[in-house]
């Protein structure tokens, strides 16, 4: 029986690249000499460092810029408040991984509306939708590609 998983993974080693180049180029530009400007890299998280807050946005944004470039999908990424104190100001950006249940559900649901011959179940952070033809299969991920879920979805696993 045909089946496919939908996912959503990032790739950490892209990741660390994408920051790495971040932290260069910030370390180079003249607006930041001096300042001790960071990204700092923990598993999942992303701690921006900088003396004021104009200066966290112009580092999120470069960081949006190389993420792009490694082909990471920033819709992953969940914002944190600025937390200011008396010399510097934070802003924790948590990268998004996984299907959560809630999630999980959500697209079982919307298969299941869609009246398409196939069968969905949540298997952990995944779903795996199988189903009698592959054109079936093919359609459902056409459906879920139109859908706006808030996060970026991969459909691996594809067995014919």
Do not use: W
């Amino acid at each position: 029986m045909p089946s496919f998983d939908v996912v959503s993974e990032i790739d950490m080693h892209e990741l660390s690249n994408a920051v790495d180049q971040c932290n260069r180029e910030v370390t180079n530009r003249f607006d930041f000499k001096g300042t001790n400007s960071r990204v700092e890299p923990k598993e999942t998280e992303l701690t921006l460092i900088a003396p004021a807050d104009f200066q966290i946005k112009q580092m999120t944004d470069i960081l949006l810029t190389k993420l792009t470039k490694r082909g990471i999908d920033v819709s992953c990424l969940d914002y944190g408040d600025l937390q200011e104190s008396i010399n510097e100001t934070r802003q924790v950006i948590t990268v998004r991984q996984g299907i959560d249940k809630e999630l999980g559900r959500k697209i079982v649901k919307l298969i299941k509306n869609t009246k398409l011959k196939v069968q969905s179940a949540i298997q952990g952070e995944q779903v795996r939708i199988s189903g009698k033809k592959r054109d079936d299969l093919q359609d459902a991920i056409a459906f879920l590609k139109e859908q706006k879920l808030g996060l970026p979805l991969q459909y691996t696993n594809f067995r014919d």
